[in-house]
Structures are given as structure tokens and as C-alpha cells.
């Protein structure tokens, strides 16, 4: 295992919330000099400065609503208490409605060196939809305003399968997507969770969502076009020019290597145990302020749990598992454990192996679920 560890920040503040997100976020901005203060201390309080990094994520939330000064104190803080390796990758989440070319060139300054952006669309129909801050003409400025700053390694966020969008609509944001030549893409489906505004329209029956045929149409279709347009699909919801463009610090999750996350509801892993932080953030700030850690609870991974994550994360890239190294760690044989699986994935060319590694095709990829949980079947 990797000896570099990763630290993910969660920002957790947005200006508004978007109809389709549950994830942990709120509007009282005036909490973020606090929240930035207690982030301080829990970094210094966790930290080894033995400790390898080589990647470093802000993500939210929105943290692009954080200061430069905030986040240069951050980063300064990590470097600090941890052993920051020289090629290490920043990167920071950016709503294009938050930001301007001043912004991100300080960015650049204070050591950011990879953007996502969340375009999410460049149809201002979809875009209102959503309920996003932007428009689509403020994300082609973020965008084009990133480059124009110096940012060469640049993700885009695009979301598909709204409820009224068809095939065409999700092209031309494709199209206009690679006008602009990212160096890595992710093309999200629209999911409606049940506590959203977007979850209780369904439930009221007010939208109707494409179904899962249509998805996978849809699913299908980006994929044939990214790749033939020299884009790798390397992970279910992931695309890049090349390995190099490659999400460092995403990729480091899908191989299960450690990482510290550090903020309100973020995540940690060691290898062993994940713990996980309050929620609310209040609660995270006043036990830091009273000397604790903020971490709400833990688990240890049991074999089982390590052998289903492992399917389940490495089923999601494109280069598959590596049968041999499951074996070795489980002391298991894969080929034979799994055989009644194996057969109707391989019979109806869901799956194939290549070498050691065992991977999903692109039609498997769309079966993902049904097919993890199979194994996970066979494992509990
Ligand atoms: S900006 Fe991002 S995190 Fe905030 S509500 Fe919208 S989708 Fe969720």
C-alpha cells in the first residue's frame, strides 16, 4: 500500500442550495471565519508531520466561497503539520458563480493547482432546472477566465438525464464541453434523492425522470463520444486526456489508499477504520473548541466489508481488479469463488479478464449495481 496519504477538506457552505443535492451544506456564511479557525485545529490535532501527501482536495459544498486568505492559511497549516510532497495535487471545487478571473488568478498564486468546475450544463433551461447559481455564459467565462490564469489542469462537472432532456440537448453541452478542450470531464447522471425539493416534486408526481433505459442510452452515448473525441473513460463517471489527466486524488479512493478528511462530515480512512465527523456545524466547532476531536463515530472494516468495497470501487474503473492482489489479501481464489457469478457476466460479455485484472464492459458498467451486489451476496 501507498505510503502517500490524501487530505480532503469539506467545505460545507453554498449560496443557495441546488434542488437535486443532499449533500451536507448550508447558507450561514457568516460561520465560515469559525469553521475555518476550528478547521485549523483539526489538522494540527491529527496531523503527523511524518505523514506523506501528494494530493490535497477542497470540495463542498462550494469553497470557492472561502477567502484566498482562508484558504492560503489552510494549506499553509497542512504544509505545516504534514509532509507535502513537491508534485502534490490541489485541487479546488469552483461554482462558476462565485468566481472571477482576480479570484482565480490569486488561486493560482497561493498554490492551487488543479480546478473542478461545476459547469454542470451550458443550457440555461437545464441550468434553471437545477436551480444553479450560474448561467451558462458564467460558466464558459469561469472556464475560459481558469485558463486565461494559468490553471492547464482543468475538470468540468456536467450533469445528464434531466426529466426533459433528450439525446441532442446532452450533445450539444458535449459539444460545447470540448470547444473549450478540458484536461478531465465528469458527466454525472441526475439522481433524485428523497430528501431534495427535486425528491418531494417526484413524490408529488409533479416530474416524471427518464427511466433506466433511457439513462443507460444516454450513459452509452457519452461514452462512445468522449472516447472517439481521445478522451479515456477510465472511471464510470470520469474522462480524461490521457492517464496523466487523471484525477489524482480521486483515483487514490477507488484503490482504497488512506486518507485524512478533515471538516464538518468528512471521512477518514487509515486502512482499517473509517471514522466520520458531526454533521452540523456547530457541533464541530464547539468540540474543537473544547479540545476534542469532532469525529461522531467509526467503524473497523471487517474482511468482508474490505472485499465488497473492493469490487464495488475497482468494478468502477476501467482497468478493473487486480485478481491477483485480491487474492493475496484475502487468500481467496477469486476465479473460484466468484464462478456463478463470473459465468453470466462473462457468457453475456458484461465482464471480461485481461491478464490478471478483471474489469466491467460498457455494457456491464450500466449493471454495476446489480452485478456488486451479486458478489456482495456471495460474500455476506
Ligand atoms: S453548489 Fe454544489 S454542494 Fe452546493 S447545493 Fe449546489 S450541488 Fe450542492
Redesign the pocket.
Known sequence: MSDQKSIYIHVPF?L???V??D?Y?QTHLSLIPDYVNSLQKEIKKRSSSKEKINTIYFG???PSLLSIKDIEILLQTIGENFSVLQDVEITLEV?PGTVDFNYLSQLKKVGINRLSI?AQSFNDDKLKFLK??HTAEQAINAIDDAGKAGFDNISMDLIYGLPFETQNIWLEDLKQALKMAPPHLSCYMLTIEPDTPLGERFKKGLISPLDSMAMSIFFKKTSRFLTSNKYEHYEISNFSKGRQNRSKHNSKYWNMTPYYGFGPAAHSYDGKTRCWNHQSIDTYIKKLASGSLPVEASETLTREQKMIEMIMLRLRTFEGLDVEKFQNLFCVSFKKQFSDILKPVLDESLGCFKGCRFGLTLEGKVRLNSIVEAFAGKIL
Request: net charge positive; proline share 0%; charged share 20%.
Open positions: 453554498c443557495k442550495k441546488c437535486y443535492c449533500f451544506s463542498g459544498g462550494t461554482n461545476g444553479r447559481i
